[in-house]
């Protein structure tokens, strides 16, 4: 068997949306879940920001609603959890991820012993961090960078999660649905999506 770095962490990114994948059929299993509840798009909009998933989004509501999924503007929680692994669709997987409960999926990566991952959080709301940071728009690329290196972990799961709960409740007005990141400010983002602890 060859492992070349297989202590270094790296970009967790969507895999993550394996291990929610693995909790949704637990869940369903056990009778936690109903995987054909109705689920309003809604409340998986709640969760979408235009333009930064590459149109996985989109290209999974077109597919629901070229398969005729879509009944009374919604779809079926087996659809959205599908849309997640198929389409990659980050909008579906902050659904899922508060639908499941991060507590349960942390103990998913617990039970599987991944002992170098730390606690889920959301991946659509962390992105938005650095324009929570910069609500007041008088912090330059430069400074927001400061900040957000700044951030321990911990730190930014919990911002991330308080900016999740905002999205969820329809409050985040310190943007207006659309969002331009930096590319230095996104490859934050990116490595900071790890499962480390």
Known sequence: MICKQGEVK???????KTIIAI???????EGKIDPDEQIPLVELEKFYLVNTDGGAHPNWL????????????AV????????????????NTDFLLDKLGPESINHVIESLGLENHAP??????????????????????????DRLQSLSLEDYRELSWGI???????KAD??????????????IWSDRLLMQR
């Open 10 to 16: 790296g970009p967790l990114a969507s895999v993550v």
């Open 23 to 29: 909790e949704f059929a637990n869940q369903v299993v």
């Open 62 to 73: 077109k597919e629901m609603k070229d398969g005729d999924q879509i009944k009374n503007d």
């Open 76 to 91: 079926s929680l087996q659809e959205v959890a599908k849309g997640m692994i198929m389409f990659s669709s980050n909008t």
């Open 120 to 145: 889920v959080y959301p991946l659509v709301s962390s992105l938005l961090v650095s324009t929570y940071l910069n609500e007041d728009k008088k912090s330059s690329t430069s400074q927001l960078l």
């Open 164 to 170: 999740h709960h905002l999205l969820k409740h329809r």
């Open 174 to 187: 310190f943007f207006n649905g659309s969002v331009s990141i930096p590319i230095d400010l996104q490859k």
